[in-house]
């Protein structure tokens, strides 16, 4: 049964905030999982609107809005695990072509059906009116890119770049798909030229990749000073004439879950597009920095009005934007300081640059505006205070348009106005019931790993604190690793719904941590890039320690109920701590996680026999005859990220060594839940699982 959503204005829920005792207060988990996330958030090229998806508890819709009102363009009713992807306008803002089904973490795979739908599922391509009306179903494909006159779009089908008109025909003489040309290799999505003669392509080949351009006037194909390296993120000039890309050796290590704070130097060339003769501007100095470390949003190379390109490096060990000129020359460094830059994004007219970091603020994202051709740029900062602000998108009249949350109200759209103050675009989709005055605001910790390392984590305390009683307790691992959870409502999905359940845990009673182990982003490379982390020796479990310790060591805390949980990398740490601290975790769910590193990675191991032995040496399953305390493991069997495998494998250990254990599979599901319905079940039997260990009641 689908809940009607009542409309709850922005200001109320300020009000509620403001007026209602938090103490007194409780939530279901369903209440806490349904308000929607937001995501893709684009300008309009013309008009000052912009669009978003608004995933409504697993009913997935375009919404497109301004200044003044919003609306929806779609109208997808079910929670059927068919997700919307791959969005772009026609040039004049009077359409949206957009994706529907299939799965965009990896498309080239069969598409996903959790749902169980009989018909089974396909990944389409459709357009539909931003005014309103119905949506058109254009071909099978993905990747859609509209050409700049809006007749067309190009995108990939059957691992090939196709065309097709936007324009409707009669059903008589309807507009078929055309293949434009073949070529080996996996290609990339398509990306027009200014002048819509060209298109650019990536060409990756397993060790080497090629840039590609096809000529639509002669249909030719040029690649661009073809090499042994690989070649990636196409950035046409104005002009149509030159593209720039980045270049990045080879790594021939076979494994992902390591350290890299240096390598092969990655550069950026600019080409001819015509002839594909380039030549480099910009080498990254050999030491920290030499390894290609992208910004989260998708723009990688930057082409400002002033023909500078502005790029993310890491230099000075901090993910920071610089500017360097077509001709090369020392580049400028745009953000000095000791923070990391994570979205970016260009205004229409190329003068200004917007983007997203965590300056004087480590553990939240806020807006800041630089000009980066000026002769001495200087940084401008657009939002400040307690909440979070990402993604941001320049509207055609100037105005910024962002992704916001707090520590309360989840993801949503806004517009930035004068002073940095926000206004919502759709505080109508926040359900009435959505118990944002009851949620507590986490606070910032910083504890100490086993080996001396301090580590920032997030504190969330039930409103019962104060009872006199010892509370259990639990710490929540993220995943990635390359991720930082914040003090707010996350800006990725997967980790605002595990940010919600944080918040249901702390209502049920647990004082809950949330731990930014090394390995994660937002702390700089050395942090990141830890040394001997993942499959090199799980360094990490330093911080599961200590995280661990933390809690034993606070006087409001049950140190005989102490629990932990995670997802994915998670799930992997969630392993460790049960496997080697069962003394100091006394129970633990676990989310699809990595049990076995030579499972991800089998012809490595092949290959490398010592690697391999460290692998094994790094992983939960080397440990299970020390392993006590009693799990819940969780997956999905269509898991694309982490194989099955790796429960099966633990379940069987387990089971051998006598350890209690109690496991929930998710038919056909895959590693991010699709499904709505099975986050709540999921999350359900985890908070059941942890009363019932813990001896708290009630249980949900």
Same mark, same amino acid.
């Given at each position: 049964?689908?809940?009607?959503?009542?409309?709850?204005?922005?200001?109320?829920?300020?009000?509620?905030?403001?007026?209602?005792?938090?103490?007194?207060?409780?939530?279901?988990?369903?209440?806490?999982?349904?308000?929607?996330?937001?995501?893709?958030?684009?300008?309009?090229?013309?008009?000052?609107?912009?669009?978003?998806?608004?995933?409504?508890?697993?009913?997935?819709?375009?919404?497109?809005?301004?200044?003044?009102?919003?609306?929806?363009?779609?109208?997808?009713?079910?929670?059927?695990?068919?997700?919307?992807?791959?969005?772009?306008?026609?040039?004049?803002?009077?359409?949206?072509?957009?994706?529907?089904?299939?799965?965009?973490?990896?498309?080239?795979?069969?598409?996903?059906?959790?749902?169980?739908?009989?018909?089974?599922?396909?990944?389409?391509?459709?357009?539909?009116?931003?005014?309103?009306?119905?949506?058109?179903?254009?071909?099978?494909?993905? #990747? !859609?890119?509209? @050409?700049? =006159? +809006? $007749? /067309?779009? *190009? %995108?990939? &089908?059957?691992?090939?770049?196709?065309?097709?008109?936007?324009?409707?025909?009669?059903?008589?003489?309807?507009?078929?798909?055309?293949?434009?040309?073949?070529?080996?290799?996996?290609?990339? #999505? !398509?990306?027009? @030229?200014? =002048? +819509? $003669? /060209?298109? *650019? %392509?990536? &060409?990756?080949?397993?060790?080497?990749?090629?840039?590609?351009?096809?000529?639509?006037?002669?249909?030719?194909?040029?690649?661009?000073?073809?090499?042994?390296?690989?070649?990636?993120?196409?950035?046409?000039?104005?002009?149509?004439?030159?593209?720039?890309?980045?270049?990045?050796?080879?790594?021939?290590?076979?494994?992902?879950?390591?350290?890299?704070?240096?390598?092969?130097?990655?550069?950026?060339?600019?080409?001819?597009?015509?002839?594909?003769?380039?030549?480099?501007?910009?080498?990254?100095?050999?030491?920290?920095?030499?390894?290609?470390?992208?910004?989260?949003?998708?723009?990688?190379?930057?082409?400002?009005?002033?023909?500078?390109?502005?790029?993310?490096?890491?230099?000075?060990?901090?993910?920071?934007?610089?500017?360097?000129?077509?001709?090369?020359?020392?580049?400028?460094?745009?953000?000095?300081?000791?923070?990391?830059?994570?979205?970016?994004?260009?205004?229409?007219?190329?003068?200004?640059?917007?983007?997203?970091?965590?300056?004087?603020?480590?553990?939240?994202?806020?807006?800041?505006?630089?000009?980066?051709?000026?002769?001495?740029?200087?940084?401008?900062?657009?939002?400040?205070?307690?909440?979070?602000?990402?993604?941001?998108?320049?509207?055609?009249?100037?105005?910024?348009?962002?992704?916001?949350?707090?520590?309360?109200?989840?993801?949503?759209?806004?517009?930035?106005?004068?002073?940095?103050?926000?206004?919502?675009?759709?505080?109508?989709?926040?359900?009435?019931?959505?118990?944002?005055?009851?949620?507590?605001?986490?606070?910032?910790?910083?504890?100490?790993?086993?080996?001396?390392?301090?580590?920032?984590?997030?504190?969330?305390?039930?409103?019962?604190?104060?009872?006199?009683?010892?509370?259990?307790?639990?710490?929540?691992?993220?995943?990635?690793?390359?991720?930082?959870?914040?003090?707010?409502?996350?800006?990725?999905?997967?980790?605002?719904?595990?940010?919600?359940?944080?918040?249901?845990?702390?209502?049920?009673?647990?004082?809950?941590?949330?731990?930014?182990?090394?390995?994660?982003?937002?702390?700089?490379?050395?942090?990141?890039?830890?040394?001997?982390?993942?499959?090199?020796?799980?360094?990490?479990?330093?911080?599961?320690?200590?995280?661990?310790?933390?809690?034993?060591?606070?006087?409001?805390?049950?140190?005989?109920?102490?629990?932990?949980?995670?997802?994915?990398?998670?799930?992997?740490?969630?392993?460790?701590?049960?496997?080697?601290?069962?003394?100091?975790?006394?129970?633990?769910?676990?989310?699809?996680?990595?049990?076995?590193?030579?499972?991800?990675?089998?012809?490595?191991?092949?290959?490398?026999?010592?690697?391999?032995?460290?692998?094994?040496?790094?992983?939960?399953?080397?440990?299970?005859?020390?392993?006590?305390?009693?799990?819940?493991?969780?997956?999905?069997?269509?898991?694309?990220?982490?194989?099955?495998?790796?429960?099966?494998?633990?379940?069987?250990?387990?089971?051998?060594?006598?350890?209690?254990?109690?496991?929930?599979?998710?038919?056909?599901?895959?590693?991010?839940?699709?499904?709505?319905?099975?986050?709540?079940?999921?999350?359900?039997?985890?908070?059941?699982?942890?009363?019932?260990?813990?001896?708290?009641?009630?249980?949900?």
């Amino acid at each position: 049964m689908i809940r009607k959503l009542a409309v709850l204005s922005l200001a109320a829920v300020c009000s509620l905030l403001l007026h209602t005792p938090l103490s007194a207060q409780s939530f279901t988990l369903e209440q806490v999982m349904s308000a929607p996330f937001s995501s893709e958030l684009q300008a309009s090229p013309q008009g000052a609107r912009f669009l978003w998806i608004s995933n409504q508890q697993g009913r997935r819709n375009i919404w497109v809005g301004d200044a003044a009102s919003s609306h929806a363009v779609t109208h997808y009713t079910a929670d059927d695990g068919q997700d919307i992807g791959n969005i772009a306008w026609t040039p004049d803002g009077q359409s949206i072509v957009y994706v529907h089904g299939g799965d965009f973490e990896y498309p080239a795979r069969t598409f996903p059906n959790p749902a169980l739908l009989a018909d089974g599922v396909e990944q389409t391509i459709w357009i539909v009116p931003t005014a309103g009306g119905e949506a058109r179903k254009l071909a099978e494909g993905r #990747a !859609p890119a509209v @050409s700049p =006159d +809006g $007749k /067309s779009i *190009a %995108f990939l &089908s059957k691992d090939q770049i196709w065309t097709i008109a936007l324009a409707a025909d009669t059903d008589k003489d309807k507009a078929k798909p055309t293949q434009l040309f073949h070529a080996r290799g996996t290609i990339g #999505a !398509p990306v027009w @030229s200014p =002048d +819509g $003669k /060209s298109l *650019a %392509f990536t &060409s990756a080949r397993g060790d080497h990749g090629f840039l590609g351009v096809y000529s639509l006037v002669s249909k030719t194909i040029e690649y661009m000073a073809p090499s042994t390296e690989s070649d990636h993120n196409p950035s046409w000039s104005p002009d149509s004439k030159q593209i720039a890309f980045i270049r990045i050796p080879p790594d021939f290590s076979g494994v992902d879950f390591k350290a890299r704070r240096e390598g092969e130097p990655w550069s950026i060339l600019v080409a001819d597009a015509a002839t594909g003769e380039a030549h480099e501007i910009f080498r990254a100095p050999k030491g920290p920095g030499s390894v290609f470390h992208a910004l989260a949003s998708g723009d990688q190379l930057l082409w400002t009005a002033g023909n500078h390109l502005v790029f993310p490096a890491e230099t000075d060990g901090w993910e920071h934007l610089y500017s360097v000129k077509l001709s090369g020359g020392k580049p400028a460094l745009l953000t000095p300081g000791e923070f990391e830059v994570e979205h970016a994004a260009l205004s229409p007219d190329r003068t200004k640059i917007v983007f997203s970091s965590n300056q004087n603020d480590i553990d939240r994202r806020h807006l800041w505006q630089i000009s980066p051709d000026a002769t001495s740029p200087a940084l401008t900062q657009l939002t400040k205070g307690d909440g979070i602000e990402v993604f941001p998108a320049i509207l055609s009249d100037g105005a910024v348009a962002t992704l916001r949350s707090d520590a309360r109200i989840p993801i949503r759209p806004a517009i930035v106005a004068a002073g940095g103050q926000m206004r919502d675009a759709a505080p109508q989709l926040i359900p009435a019931d959505f118990p944002a005055a009851k949620l507590v605001a986490p606070q910032q910790v910083i504890f100490t790993a086993a080996d001396g390392m301090n580590i920032h984590g997030q504190l969330f305390l039930p409103p019962n604190l104060n009872d006199g009683k010892k509370h259990p307790a639990l710490v929540f691992f993220h995943g990635g690793s390359r991720r930082q959870m914040l003090l707010g409502w996350h800006y990725m999905d997967y980790y605002s719904n595990a940010y919600g359940m944080n918040q249901y845990l702390a209502s049920l009673g647990y004082i809950v941590l949330s731990a930014n182990y090394r390995s994660g982003i937002g702390y700089g490379l050395e942090f990141r890039e830890a040394l001997n982390y993942g499959a090199t020796g799980a360094s990490e479990f330093n911080d599961v320690q200590g995280a661990g310790l933390y809690m034993r060591s606070r006087p409001d805390v049950d140190p005989t109920r102490i629990g932990c949980w995670g997802g994915s990398y998670g799930g992997y740490l969630v392993g460790l701590a049960l496997a080697r601290s069962s003394d100091l975790f006394a129970a633990g769910v676990d989310f699809h996680g990595v049990h076995d590193w030579n499972l991800q990675y089998p012809a490595y191991a092949t290959a490398n026999p010592e690697a391999a032995r460290l692998a094994l040496e790094s992983s939960p399953l080397k440990s299970v005859k020390d392993w006590k305390s009693p799990v819940l493991l969780i997956q999905g069997d269509d898991d694309r990220n982490v194989p099955f495998a790796n429960t099966v494998r633990l379940a069987a250990a387990l089971r051998t060594a006598g350890v209690p254990f109690e496991e929930h599979i998710f038919p056909d599901e895959i590693h991010a839940f699709l499904l709505h319905r099975s986050w709540i079940k999921a999350y359900g039997l985890t908070a059941s699982f942890f009363n019932r260990q813990f001896k708290l009641t009630p249980t949900p």
